[in-house]
């Protein structure tokens, strides 16, 4: 049972473009909504993350928008790079849980010259 | 700044055999997991750890079997090798305590083929 749906399953992107990927969530329980990036060859690192009482966060060239009525949260990648290319998860922790997250099943983005 | 480290990288398992894949962080992290990565299927819980001598099931333990003795190592055992285990296993700690988000630190990963 998937609890963090995520998509697409792939995307393409031209250099300069904008990368949007969307997750949606079950458990109104979750109360940390990280996203990871991978590159090949390496395990997750975390990107950025946000919490259920922002509606908002940017770090650099990253946004997390986070809708909690709609359970749905999504990770906008502006001015793509190809250095971006790599795969993405969000992923999101229960209230009564350290570390212990549910991953969305990734995204796997390719930034073209 | 070693990390996570974890190995082997790579192993070729026939069916029924076993084997160790060996995890140790140096960050004095009290929280290590073990994740298994299946492609399109994000990453899934095995088990977990949150100190010496404790350890829990997570979303997916069966064929598994972990021990964590110290605050460093965290082995993850699989007792008789099925093709279904076939994966890449990643290895992760993280702190817990006071205001922190507890960020997952995760090793290089292990690609374990089982024929």
């Known amino acids: 049972q998937q609890q963090v749906k995520q998509s697409p399953q792939s995307l393409i992107v031209q250099k300069g473009g904008i990368s949007i990927i969307n997750c949606a969530y079950e458990n109104t329980a979750f109360d940390y909504f990280p996203w990871y990036q991978q590159f090949p060859g390496k395990g997750p690192a975390l990107l950025i993350a946000i919490r259920p009482d922002v509606s908002e966060k940017k770090e650099g060239r990253f946004t997390i928008s986070f809708n909690k009525s709609a359970k749905q949260f999504s990770l906008h990648i502006m001015d793509s790079q190809p250095g971006d290319s790599a795969t993405y998860f969000c992923?999101?922790?229960?209230?009564?849980?350290?570390?212990?997250?549910?991953f969305g099943a990734g995204t796997q983005v390719v930034v073209t010259p | 700044n070693a990390g996570v480290t974890q190995t082997p990288k790579f192993r070729i398992l026939k069916i029924g055999q076993s084997m160790t894949l060996q995890c140790t962080q140096d960050m004095n992290h009290n929280y290590m997991y073990w994740y298994r990565q299946d492609p399109g299927m994000g990453l899934k819980l095995i088990y977990y750890?949150?100190?010496?001598?404790?350890?829990d099931k997570g979303e997916v333990p069966n064929g598994y079997n972990v021990s964590r003795s110290t605050t460093e190592d965290f082995p993850l055992r699989l007792e008789l090798a099925a093709p279904s285990q076939t994966s890449v296993y990643f290895c992760a700690s993280s702190f817990a305590g006071g205001e922190d988000t507890g960020e997952l630190f995760f090793g290089e990963g292990s690609r374990l083929t089982v024929l």
């Open positions: 750890s949150v100190g010496a001598g404790i350890t």
């Open positions: 992923a999101a922790k229960r209230t009564d849980s350290w570390g212990k997250l549910q």
